[in-house]
T-cell receptor
Framework: AQSVAQPEDQVNVAEGNPLTVKCTYSVSGNPYLFWYVQYPNRGLQFLLKYITGDNLVKGSYGFEAEFNKSQTSFHLKKPSALVSDSALYFCAVRYTDKLIFGTGTRLQVFP | NAGVMQNPRHLVRRRGQEARLRCSPMKGHSHVYWYRQLPEEGLKFMVYLQKENIIDESGMPKERFSAEFPKEGPSILRIQQVVRGDSAAYFC?????????????FGPGTRLTVL
């Protein structure tokens, strides 16, 4: 079955430090992977996607993600966290016509 | 360029009433998807529609839920005889083409509360 796992419910990081939000997936066929961010009482905003090509994908707001096929992972990273990055982050894999989401990781960046 | 529009943003219904949720896709988009987010959970796919066609409704509950995307006007998600377990945030997304490569753009959601 197709699935996405985000093993951490919450990640805490100090402002200015690097951050990583973890994601692993299980899907038949080639994986098409996405990261979205959700701010309180808002919809999801697209951050970045991996379709093919370079394993390091760059996205919005300074975020990037590293695709690792052997580990079936697609971790979200940022070199220097901002307080304004505090939000709920979702990893998703596209399977046929739908997105299958992980349960989300709440990122808290402390000043 | 307006994004995906959903209304109402908040909807309160009593058990047994009907809920109608509306979604207008981004301009030029003809593919609409509905997802449901239960408290403290991720989003779960419900249904995928194109104009006048339901393409995939594998995530829709078998009873009380229906969706449409008419030739003119917004897509509608309809929940009949609502129960407390229907309380959730319902998100609509749209894309320009149904391709594995294309991201879906999400609306702000409708938060349904059933009393």
């Amino acid at each position: 079955a197709q699935s996405v796992a985000q093993p951490e419910d919450q990640v805490n990081v100090a402002e200015g430090n690097p951050l990583t939000v973890k994601c692993t997936y299980s899907v038949s066929g080639n994986p098409y992977l996405f990261w979205y961010v959700q701010y309180p009482n808002r919809g999801l905003q697209f951050l970045l996607k991996y379709i093919t090509g370079d394993n390091l994908v760059k996205g919005s707001y300074g975020f990037e993600a590293e695709f690792n096929k052997s580990q079936t992972s697609f971790h979200l990273k940022k070199p220097s966290a901002l307080v304004s990055d505090s939000a709920l982050y979702f990893c998703a894999v596209r399977y046929t016509d739908k997105l299958i989401f992980g349960t989300g990781t709440r990122l808290q960046v402390f000043p | 360029n307006a994004g995906v529009m959903q209304n109402p943003r908040h909807l309160v219904r009593r058990r047994g009433q009907e809920a109608r949720l509306r979604c207008s896709p981004m301009k030029g988009h003809s593919h609409v998807y509905w997802y449901r987010q239960l408290p403290e959970e991720g989003l779960k796919f419900m249904v995928y529609l194109q104009k006048e066609n339901i393409i995939d409704e594998s995530g829709m509950p078998k009873e009380r839920f229906s969706a449409e995307f008419p030739k003119e006007g917004p897509s509608i998600l309809r929940i009949q005889q609502v129960v407390r377990g229907d309380s959730a945030a319902y998100f609509c997304a749209s894309s320009g083409r149904d391709s594995l490569y294309n991201e879906q753009f999400f609306g702000p959601g409708t938060r349904l509360t059933v009393l």
